[in-house]
């Protein structure tokens, strides 16, 4: 029989040797852990990793996420088909969420719960299921393209003008798009099916955003006014501005209530914003400026919107008169500085539209057309202010010569009135004054002495006598001298 000691020793022999052994495994264990590749066994829809870094794995990945794109399949709607590869729908592999996934197989839990697994999988093996990701935008864009002509979208209600501008309106129709939720569902739960993959393509009916009911209580009928100037279309540059602005304008839908500003709408008269240099008014004067003509679309609307009877917020005459409206119906604009403005002071909607002819510029108003009352513009000069005549000193000119550098023009004090007839009772409403500047004329007078006059001396027409020497004997014969 053992003594005492004896089993002790025992005892202490198998824990130092149990002991041993968990060192050896948990170093075994850990040694494998520390090697940063995928461990033996585990493999991707039959492509195996074991033994790859997360580098290479994505490399591998990388062929396969290659093949997948390639992958052709068709899509079909009615009796139309369209065969497609995966990768033009945008579906790809997730190729750094597979990394990740083969890379922890038996690296998780406690160390011994990691050995089994790793046992396991060495010898049974382990398949890591694809995980593929769509692109919403490219599949929304490749799709599309291929039922564009298919696939009827809906079209709200709405109104147009017609050559003799009365108003239609025009019933919304439904629609259809394509339920993109479900064929992203489809393609997900196609990758791992076998052979030739055809997916149905499904449409759910969608409704218009607005509708005839909506369009009706606008209250858009007909015409409610109009106005035209004329300018000269051989002016090149001036026309462009007048057609660039007054497209601006065009199209523009104006709710009740609603304050229109010119210079908002318009926006910035710049050469960027594709505006030319023409003559425009500065101080009193005509000179090149950016945008000129764009004072011609503001009148045009001014008056337009008079004759509609719609309210005025905001509107400032030129310095000068224009020659395309009767004076005290012009409206200047100046971005950042003086503004044209209304308000849609009616129960519906208005919509402004522009027309230009053969230099012509035609404005038309569209609304309610019930109960519109006849509206007149009249204006009339109420003062007349002759221009002074100013002399300037001009050191070019001899003293006595006056050149006339700049002709006298008129200025004008003028008055405006709206007459609104109703019922055969009018109603007149005095408009914003306008005051016109007159033109000094302006007189070069010469400053600049004349040079001295130089006379030259006449020649001295008198006759000279020379004295002749006599020639051979003084005395001619007989004693006498020539007298």
């Not at 914003?273 to 001014?302: D, H, K, P």
Request: net charge negative.
């Amino acid at each position: 029989m053992p003594s005492h000691r004896q089993i002790w020793l025992a005892v202490a022999l198998l824990f130092v040797l149990s002991a041993a052994g968990a060192f050896a495994f948990w170093g075994t264990v850990s040694a494998e852990t520390k090697e940063q590749t995928v461990f033996p066994g585990v493999s991707v829809h039959g492509v195996p990793l074991a033994g790859l870094d997360q580098d290479g794995c994505l490399d591998k990945l990388a062929e396969l996420d290659q093949q997948l794109r390639n992958t052709t399949i068709t899509l079909r709607l009615d009796d139309k088909t369209w065969p497609v590869k995966l990768g033009q729908l945008g579906v790809s592999l997730d190729i750094h969420a597979i990394t990740s996934k083969a890379y922890v197989v038996g690296r998780e839990g406690f160390i011994v719960n990691q050995w089994i697994e790793r046992r396991r999988i060495e010898q049974y093996g382990l398949q890591i299921p694809l995980q593929t990701v769509v692109s919403d935008e490219e599949l929304q864009r490749a799709v599309s393209e291929l039922t564009g002509d298919v696939v009827k979208p809906p079209k709200d209600a709405g109104f147009i003008i017609t050559e003799r501008d009365t108003v239609e309106l025009v019933p919304e129709e439904p629609g259809f798009a394509v339920d993109y939720v479900s064929l992203k569902e489809a393609l997900l739960n196609s990758i791992d099916r076998p052979g030739h993959v055809t997916i149905d393509i499904a449409l759910e009916e969608v409704s218009p955003a607005h509708t005839l009911d909506e369009v009706e209580v606008m209250h858009l009928n007909g015409l409610v006014s109009q106005f035209t100037t004329r300018f000269d279309p051989s002016l090149v540059d001036r026309s462009y501005n007048v057609a660039v602005s007054a497209k601006a304008l065009s199209n523009l839908l104006i709710a009740p209530g609603e304050v229109v500003s010119f210079n908002e709408i318009v926006g910035p008269r710049s050469q960027e914003a594709g505006y030319r240099s023409a003559l425009i008014i500065i101080e009193n004067e005509f000179q090149e400026g950016m945008g000129g003509g764009v004072c011609q679309v503001s009148t045009t609307l001014y008056n337009t919107i008079l004759l509609a009877n719609l309210e005025i917020i905001e509107r400032k005459n030129h310095s000068l008169p224009v020659a395309y409206v009767p004076i005290g119906r012009d409206a200047t604009v100046v971005y950042g500085a003086l503004d044209f403005k209304f308000r849609n002071n009616t129960d519906g909607f208005l919509y402004l539209k522009t027309e230009l002819g053969n230099g012509t510029l035609t404005i038309k108003l569209f609304g309610d057309t019930r109960n519109m009352p006849k509206v007149e513009i009249r204006s009339w000069v109420t003062e007349t202010l002759e221009p002074r005549t100013v002399y300037e000193d001009d050191p070019l000119l001899e003293v006595g010569q006056e050149i006339v550098k700049q002709k006298g023009v008129k200025g004008y004090r003028a008055r405006a009135e709206r007459w609104v007839w109703r019922d055969g009772v009018v109603e007149k409403t005095e408009l914003p004054f306008s005051f016109y500047h007159p033109q000094n004329e302006v007189i070069a007078v010469g400053t600049m002495e004349a040079p001295p006059t130089v006379v030259a001396p006449l020649p001295d027409t008198s006759t000279v006598v020379t004295p002749v020497e006599p020639v051979g004997d003084p005395m001619p014969s007989g004693g006498m001298l020539p007298f």
